[in-house]
């Protein structure tokens, strides 16, 4: 694709974001520091004052392990600007692995909610409040109107959400909503970890991530490792995920079949 094409697509896919948007611009995105992913954000990262979705796959959909995981690192960078409130249905958020995954738990806030409605109230209200940089919630599932509801919340103060989909533990699913205000969506699994060259034991924590939806911008898939985990203080001005492999545009390989050893 020439330059030329190129830019003009950019300039279209920011117009069109800005229409979606409600005439506000993104003014401000954050970026993963990997023009691999990066440059098929639109502004070139992850859009702030939105709300994003990230759900999981298998049993991940009753733990929500990865996902959870995941999008702590990838906020991480976000919640140093300010207060991080994380609104849970089961009072199972463990801080100190935040921790040591970088995230800065001097800046949380837990609050756990009765049930599904009283989260996503809590989590509007939350977006709406100053000095709030980013806001996590674990629901089920968002219908398009409390997604509408999440949205302005996030324009009042320029916040940002993220709503982790979580079912209840031996729950049914239940069927998704049809439509979604979310900037963007997320399918996380946990993925083999590698320990360094020459070494034994496990590697840092590998997420294989695909974004399955992005309002103005292109879908791909990654491998992510979580740079420095559980070795180092979290870090300012550098993102604590890095790419590892680029399986953009491309089919995962197939599992191996599991075999009984000895």
Not at 177 to 187: F, I, L
Request: proline share 6%; charged share 25%; glycine share 12%.
């Amino acid at each position: 694709m020439s330059d030329f094409r190129a830019g003009r697509l950019a300039a279209m896919r920011a117009k069109i974001a800005a229409i979606e948007a409600g005439g506000r611009a993104d003014s401000e995105s954050l970026p993963f520091g990997d023009p691999a992913i990066d440059h098929l954000l639109p502004g070139g990262g992850l859009p702030l004052g939105r709300w994003h979705e990230i759900g999981g796959a298998g049993l991940e959909t009753e733990t929500a392990a990865a996902p959870a995981a995941f999008t702590a690192l990838m906020a991480a960078p976000l919640a140093r600007r300010g207060e991080a409130v994380w609104v849970l249905r089961r009072d199972d958020l463990w801080a100190p692995g935040l921790a040591g995954l970088g995230f800065p738990v001097e800046r949380l806030i837990q609050v756990c909610a009765r049930d599904e409605a009283e989260a996503l109230s809590v989590m509007e209200d939350a977006l709406s409040t100053i000095g709030v940089s980013a806001v996590f919630g674990e629901v089920e599932d968002v219908d398009l109107t409390a997604g509408r509801r999440l949205q302005l919340a996030c324009e009042k103060q320029g916040s940002t959400g993220f709503v982790i989909r979580r079912r209840p533990f031996g729950g049914k699913a239940r069927r998704e909503a049809g439509g979604s205000a979310a900037a963007t969506r997320w399918r996380v699994a946990s993925a083999p970890s590698e320990p360094p060259a020459g070494e034994f034991g496990l590697g840092a924590p590998r997420f294989e991530v695909t974004l399955e939806r992005c309002r103005g911008g292109r879908t791909g898939t990654w491998l992510f490792e979580a740079a420095d985990a559980y070795f180092a203080e979290a870090r300012d001005g550098t993102h604590p995920l890095r790419l590892v492999a680029d399986l953009g545009d491309r089919q995962l390989a197939p599992a191996q079949p599991l075999r009984l050893a000895g």
